[in-house]
């Protein structure tokens, strides 16, 4: 209720019924103003509603249809899982290795506590790919204090994969306790899906055969000269050119009976 120096003190608390009617009553004549305390599951509205109730008469709180309208407190998150094929496209993951990512996704919120913490729906908090290399989750978009809250993607890299995304796609990555975790931060909107990709480069396997010939005291070939331990080290050049560093520092391969080595 609206007072003589212009501020308003809280008159009465009540909800709407079964068909969403809401109903004040009795109330004295004056001014009033209309104030949406919860929601359930719906976007409270925070918007100020005056109205003036005359004796004897069924004040509207609105013009028109008299209707208040909430927004379902919702939105989607998309995930679509892509590695890198042999031609250094990427493409969804293959159905072979889909099982590789079995319950390595997990959703994650910050807290008030400038924490991030895991987010479990329902009895649900890790999440595999389906047949379309996808999985989805609904989340709530606003938190109780009226803000967007603000979600991360964690993925936990399986083993022999390793970080596909490109520094402008977002993901931040962590390695912990010998593990790669990727992070991608996103908000959410209310009754939308927001498409999230996420890519990975699936390790291969370089083979090495060490070949060895010599030359016989009476000066004929030998080809089958031992090709065991020679030793190696492996060295990768920079993207875009640069020079050499070495792959696993200090490593030292070491060839087979057969001059292999993987």
């Not at 989340?139 to 803000?147: A, E, Q, S, T």
């Given at each position: 209720?609206?007072?003589s120096?212009?501020?308003f003190?809280e008159?009465?608390?009540?909800?709407s019924d079964s068909?969403?009617?809401?109903q004040?009553?009795?109330?004295?004549?004056?001014?009033?103003v209309?104030?949406?305390?919860?929601?359930?599951?719906?976007?409270?509205?925070?918007?100020?509603?005056?109205?003036t109730?005359?004796?004897?008469e069924?004040?509207?709180?609105?013009e028109?249809?008299?209707?208040i309208?909430?927004?379902?407190?919702e939105?989607?998150?998309n995930?679509t899982?892509?590695?890198?094929?042999?031609s250094?496209?990427?493409?969804?993951?293959?159905?072979?290795?889909?099982?590789d990512?079995n319950?390595?996704?997990w959703i994650?919120?910050?807290?008030?506590?400038?924490k991030?913490?895991?987010?479990t729906?329902g009895?649900?908090?890790?999440?595999s790919?389906?047949?379309?290399?996808?999985f989805n989750v609904n989340?709530?978009?606003?938190?109780?204090?009226?803000?967007k809250v603000?979600y991360?993607?964690v993925?936990?890299?399986?083993?022999?994969?390793?970080?596909?995304n490109?520094?402008?796609d977002?993901?931040?990555q962590e390695i912990?306790?010998?593990?790669?975790?990727?992070?991608?931060?996103?908000?959410?909107?209310?009754?939308?899906?927001?498409?999230?990709?996420?890519?990975?480069?699936?390790g291969?396997?370089?083979?090495?055969?060490?070949t060895?010939?010599t030359?016989?005291?009476?000066?004929?070939l030998?080809?089958?000269?031992?090709?065991?331990?020679?030793?190696?080290?492996l060295y990768s050049s920079?993207k875009n050119?640069?020079?050499?560093?070495e792959?696993?520092?200090?490593?030292i391969?070491?060839t087979?009976?057969n001059?292999?080595?993987?």
């Open positions: 209720e609206k007072k120096d212009g501020s003190s008159v009465k608390t009540v909800k068909n969403g009617f809401v004040f009553k009795p109330v004295s004549p004056g001014d009033y209309v104030r949406e305390k919860s929601a359930n599951g719906y976007i409270l509205d925070s918007r100020d509603y005056p109205v109730v005359k004796a004897g069924i004040s509207r709180v609105t028109g249809d008299n209707t309208i909430n927004t379902l407190n939105g989607r998150v995930v899982k892509l590695v890198q094929n042999n250094g496209s990427y493409i969804p993951v293959p159905s072979g290795f889909q099982s990512f319950d390595k996704f994650e919120k910050f807290t008030e506590s400038s991030w913490e895991k987010v729906i009895s649900k908090t890790t999440y790919l389906d047949g379309n290399s996808q989340l709530p978009v606003m938190g109780k204090d009226g803000l603000k991360r993607l993925e936990l890299v399986p083993d022999g994969y390793s970080n596909g490109r520094p402008e977002g993901f931040t912990v306790s010998g593990k790669t975790y990727l992070y991608k931060e996103f908000t959410l909107t209310p009754l939308k899906t927001n498409e999230l990709e996420v890519k990975n480069n699936k291969g396997t370089l083979k090495l055969n060490k060895v010939w030359i016989n005291s009476n000066g004929t030998n080809k089958n000269a031992s090709k065991q331990n020679y030793r190696f080290k920079e050119g640069g020079g050499l560093f792959v696993n520092n200090g490593t391969y070491t087979d009976g001059g292999a080595i993987t």
